[in-house]
């Protein structure tokens, strides 16, 4: 098994993000879910073998399941063209052919369990990105409803948290609210779900284009475990921490292998590679019902 850690397709434009490389058509993208990995805004130098194929497969799933508007066009590698054919023992699986679109530059965070960074601010300041919170929360609880809390798309570093007031007033309080009830609506569609296979949605967040006639549609990955925060329901104590199926994992070896976070990451060792692909594979074939066929290459 050779995982893919970069795309070369010649004759395109490519941007790469940390763990997707881009490809302009012109009126379309192709979007490549690669086998990188990041953690505290590093991209790690060990790949995780088939991963972006399980994001890709994930996505899929969510957007035919949710029946959102989105950006969804083929993963028929032929309608991409034949520099994409050329290379599809890597590339199947994890390409998406898909519409263009103006991203809205908002990370649209939806929260449904006090967790991660909505943690540490409550035990702070009882508080969410500025939204009061009652009394007596301890990490993990569930929250009595679902909160919107956007954050800033960075380039680099970490995404802000912002208030919903600074999100309206960035894009405009009509499509700040748009967005946050349709955020709040899909959570809710897949928390539900989710929670029928025995996974909790603890967090997650959303991306929005809007189409040349205004068309508000989902774009780029959605609720996979490098966009949310997945729980075993089994193993759900409020108060503690649960075990995730996301990359919670990885950071925890970074955290106590005594890197800096602020040179170069270290390689992962195989057994770390091995359980974090194990877990990907479990939130996928939890979620789908079905059995993940990993392709080698």
């Known amino acids: 098994m050779r995982p893919l850690y970069s795309t070369n397709i010649p004759n395109y434009p490519c941007r790469r993000g940390k763990v997707r490389d881009v490809y302009d058509l012109g009126d379309r993208l192709v979007i490549i879910a690669t086998d990188r990995i990041s953690a505290f805004d590093w991209v790690l130098p060990t790949p995780v073998p088939d991963k972006g194929r399980i994001l890709t497969g994930l996505t899929r799933f969510w957007l035919e399941m949710l029946g959102v508007p989105n950006h969804f066009l083929s993963d028929d590698l032929a309608e991409m063209g034949p520099e994409f054919v050329a290379q599809a023992d890597v590339l199947a699986g994890r ?26 601010e409550y035990s702070q300041s009882r508080r969410v990105c500025g939204i009061p919170m009652p009394l007596g ?36 309080f009509g499509l700040a609210a748009q967005l946050r009830d349709l955020s709040i ?38 609720l996979t475990p490098d966009s949310s925060r997945f729980w075993p329901a089994s193993e759900y104590r409020p108060g503690t921490s649960p075990p995730s199926f996301d990359k919670q994992y990885v950071r925890d070896w970074l955290s106590a292998s005594g890197w800096d976070k602020n040179s170069p990451p270290p390689e992962l060792p195989p057994e770390v590679v091995d359980r974090t692909r194990a877990k990907y594979i479990e939130a996928y074939e939890r979620l789908t019902g079905e059995t993940f066929n990993g392709q080698t290459s």
Not at 106 to 117: F, K
Not at 137 to 143: A, F, M, S
Request: glycine letters at 8%; proline letters at 4%.
């Open 95 to 120: 390409t998406m052919l898909v519409k263009k679109a103006e991203v809205v530059p908002i990370e649209c965070v939806v929260r449904g369990y006090l967790a991660g960074s909505s943690w540490k």
């Open 137 to 172: 929360l301890v990490e993990g609880d569930r929250l009595m409803e679902p909160i919107f809390t956007p954050a800033t798309k960075e380039e680099s570093g970490h995404d802000v948290n912002i208030s919903f007031a600074q999100m309206g007033q960035r894009v405009g």
């Open 185 to 222: 609506e899909v959570y809710r569609t897949a928390a539900y779900y989710a929670r029928c296979r025995g996974i909790l949605i603890a967090d997650t967040k959303f991306e929005w284009g809007r189409l040349p006639d205004g068309e508000i549609i989902l774009v780029d990955e959605v």
